[in-house]
């Protein structure tokens, strides 16, 4: 379009330049001839020029009406173009072949741009939807955000009240950890008191020092505050000390204290500040030995056991000299209970020697009536008796074990009593029935000695004292280590005595025939162990 629009411009800028040149040269031409304009060749001369002035005037406007017209139109139809609203129209064909190409690409550079037009449009749409959405949104996430902040005020709120709640919960977990530690603490030490409580019934089977050293290692456990301590008997005017923990025991040990300076030591738990200071003869040679023998004390906490008005044992418990602890009531309240423990056991001790003597002599009395029911076997149970813990101790066996054997000897022919006394003191051989009749003694001793609960244990070692190792003896005939120990030892001692002392049937045997015996029925009716161990026993005097 611009390009004829120059086009254009040229044409009627020559076409002035024509005009100007034919003007130029009718003036000359009029000149040089000297030509009057009025006259007929000027007429004729002016009305040429008008003539092609008025073909060039037709021509330039045919030019106008043929070129520039359309272009005017599609311009003015170019300035009038909206955007904004339907943008689909048609220029109509001009018949320039020129123009209508151009109008023709330009129809279709409008529909494609109609068509970029509406998807401007959609696009437009879409966005605007898209921005209402996200308005929308923004809003929503507005209204969240202000939730979001009061509900972090409200937060934050809580938090400080969960960490004003923590701070209480601490504070009493602090206070229940250190009461369950405390009742920790005295939960075990009632279970210290209550198994040393249990161990009376056992306790009275051993002496009494080793009674007072289980005392005093519970007690140092359960007194919290005690840094060391010690344990003594009361002998002779002297004390014992049996235990001792942080002094030196062996130096106490070998100290010989007389009783004097444990005169503070009473029937009471007393708590005693310096005790070595204060001692009834402080400047004294045990005093000295004593305090040489005993680490630096604060504070001393002690009671003295009575017993039958004596005084027989006591416990000092200390803490030492550069220690900030004292002892607290619950520490006086522990040895009161260690004290009326100990009571105990001296208390439960004598009724137990009074029973065991009681039973002993019942015991006694009924080997004293099969004695004179059967006259050959006057002191032969307490023969075996004391061969039979011989054996025992021989092969190694506990003290409780060698003490039921004792008994078992004793007691092991106690169903004898109820055999006829003409079959016991018979002097030939005897009937199989009367045998037979014998043979019973075992199962009426053990049927016997079951009614008896201390005697109960030590029924099924009579029961058995007449089996033989390889099976062949009565009543049941159990073989070999199905035997029990005791019964084993007992088999050999009774066997030995009978055959060293005179029976109605026959004399005593010498000890050589009675060991050839032994050595002839080792592994058929006598256990060898119990042979071996019997045979060392003869070998080295101890028994013959």
């Not at 009718?26 to 008008?50: A, H, M, P, R, V």
């Not at 002993?360 to 029911?373: A, P, R």
């Not at 006259?375 to 190694?396: C, F, P, Q």
């Amino acid at each position: 379009m611009q390009r004829l629009k120059a086009r254009f411009r040229f044409i009627a800028l020559i076409l002035i330049i024509f005009l100007v040149i034919i003007f130029s040269f009718q003036t000359f031409l009029l000149i040089q001839l000297k030509i009057d304009l009025l006259s007929g060749s000027g007429l004729l001369i002016e009305l040429l020029l008008i003539f092609i002035i008025f073909l060039a005037s037709y021509f330039v406007f045919k030019i106008y009406a043929k070129y520039i017209k359309p272009i005017s139109d599609l311009q003015e139809v170019l300035n009038n173009l909206e955007i904004e609203g339907d943008i689909f129209f048609q220029i109509p064909a001009t018949g320039i072949i020129e123009i209508d190409n151009m109008i023709d690409q330009f129809n279709r550079l409008i529909e494609r741009l109609e068509e970029f037009v509406l998807k401007i449009k959609i696009n437009r749409r879409q966005r605007q939807e898209a921005q209402r959405e996200l308005e929308n949104s923004y809003r929503q996430l507005e209204d969240k955000n202000e939730e979001l902040i009061e509900t972090k005020q409200e937060l934050e709120a809580s938090y400080e009240q969960l960490e004003a709640f923590n701070e209480e919960i601490q504070a009493s977990n602090s206070e229940l950890e250190n009461s369950y530690q405390e009742i920790d603490n005295l939960a075990n030490n009632l279970n210290q008191i209550i198994y040393l409580t249990a161990q009376l019934g056992s306790a009275i089977y051993t002496d009494e020092e080793v009674f007072w050293k289980e005392v005093f290692k519970t007690a140092i456990r359960v007194v919290d505050e005690a840094d060391y301590g010690s344990v003594y008997l009361f002998k002779n005017g002297k004390v014992k000390f049996i235990d001792a923990i942080g002094h030196n025991l062996s130096l106490l040990k070998s100290s010989e204290v007389s009783e004097d300076l444990f005169s503070k030591t009473t029937d009471q738990v007393i708590i005693i500040r310096d005790i070595l200071s204060i001692s009834a003869d402080a400047d004294s040679q045990q005093s000295k030995l004593l305090k040489k023998a005993s680490k630096p004390i604060k504070e001393t906490i002690s009671f003295g056991l009575y017993f039958k008005k004596e005084k027989v044992a006591g416990i000092s418990l200390d803490i030492k000299a550069n220690s900030e602890n004292s002892f607290a009531e619950k520490a006086i309240s522990a040895m009161q209970s260690f004290q009326n423990l100990a009571s105990a056991f001296y208390t439960i001790r004598r009724y137990h020697d009074i029973h065991q003597k009681t039973q002993k002599e019942i015991i006694y009395s009924i080997i004293q009536m099969l004695e004179i029911h059967d006259e050959y076997t006057r002191g032969h149970s307490r023969n075996v008796a004391w061969l039979g813990e011989k054996i025992a101790k021989k092969m190694g066996m506990s003290e409780k074990e060698c003490e039921k054997t004792y008994w078992t000897g004793m007691v092991h022919d106690i169903g004898k009593i109820l055999i006829p006394e003409n079959i016991l003191n018979k002097h030939a051989s005897l009937s199989d029935q009367e045998y037979t009749e014998i043979q019973k003694h075992p199962l009426w001793g053990y049927q016997t000695l079951q009614s008896s609960e201390e005697l109960k244990e030590i029924s099924q070692y009579v029961l058995y004292h007449h089996e033989y190792w390889n099976g062949h003896g009565y009543p049941e005939g159990v073989t070999g280590d199905q035997i029990p120990l005791i019964s084993q030892i007992i088999c050999v001692a009774d066997s030995w005595d009978a055959m060293r002392s005179n029976r109605s049937y026959r004399e005593a045997l010498s000890k050589d025939v009675a060991l050839a015996e032994l050595a002839k029925f080792k592994g058929e009716q006598f256990s060898p162990d119990v042979v071996e161990a019997f045979q060392d026993l003869l070998a080295s005097g101890e028994v013959s």
